[in-house]
């Protein structure tokens, strides 16, 4: 079991939010902003949390924030900036926008860390979420390699990786939901207040 000194929390909570309209880490669930729930989560599993964003309102949490190192690149650049900022080998990376995951989910990451693993991300139903997941520090360089290259998709990156992925199960399924649209806020809200 690796120890809470040697993993960093990043949230990533930059990007368009395009679909939403508005910056989706200031949306609320029960009056709290989403990006605090990420917050809540990875508090009680790592030693420093950064948030990747440029938007200086992030500052009222009270933690380290850094800019985009590439601008307007998405969530792969993102990471690299976050991983940049870090001083440890592990590192859990989150949106901003899955205001229902809690801590439980991400222990299931800590506890997977292997020799050769260097992304251990969750799997739910199939589909994996590698903005739900631990990343080894070292990957930046592969990451900065496709961007440098213009490929910005984190899936490719990820496949380029020694990855596991940590199935869900049924219990924890919806814990792990996003909100991209206004749709899936009201959705998220009638699910929260049943
Ligand atoms: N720091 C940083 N975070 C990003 C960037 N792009 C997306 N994100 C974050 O990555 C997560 C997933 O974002 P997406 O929903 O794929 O993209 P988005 O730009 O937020 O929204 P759309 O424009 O609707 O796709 C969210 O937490 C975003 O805040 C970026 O360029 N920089």
Same mark, same amino acid.
């Given at each position: ?21 508005? /910056? ?6 029960? $009056? ?19 948030? @990747?964003? /440029? ?9 380290? =924030? @850094?800019? /985009?190192?590439?601008? $307007? ?15 440890? /080998? ?25 020799? $050769? ?19 080894? =520090? ?15 998709? +984190?899936? @490719? ?7 596991? $992925? ?18 899936? +806020? ?9």
């Amino acid at each position: 079991m690796i120890d809470k000194k040697d993993i960093t929390g990043i949230i990533l909570a930059g990007g368009k939010s395009s679909r939403m309209g508005t /910056d989706k880490g200031f949306l609320r669930l029960n $009056n709290k902003p989403f990006v605090q729930y990420s917050i809540e989560a990875l508090k009680p599993l790592v030693s420093e949390i950064i948030i @990747v964003s /440029d938007d200086l309102n992030y500052d009222v949490f009270g933690l380290k =924030r @850094v800019n /985009d190192i590439t601008k $307007n690149a998405g969530p792969m650049a993102g990471i690299c900036s976050g991983l940049e900022a870090s001083s440890t /080998d592990y590192n859990l990376i989150l949106s901003c926008d899955i205001p229902l995951i809690n801590s439980e989910i991400l222990k299931k990451l800590i506890d997977a860390v292997d020799a $050769n693993s260097e992304i251990i991300q969750i799997e739910n139903q199939g589909k994996t979420m590698p903005l739900i997941a631990l990343y080894k =520090r070292h990957i930046k360089d592969t990451f900065n390699g496709f961007l440098q290259k213009g490929e910005r998709r +984190l899936r @490719v990156a990820v496949k380029a990786c020694i990855s596991k $992925n940590i199935k869900l199960e049924k219990a924890h399924e919806f814990s792990t939901m996003n909100v991209n649209t206004k749709e899936e +806020l009201k959705q998220i809200e009638n699910a929260f207040n049943h």
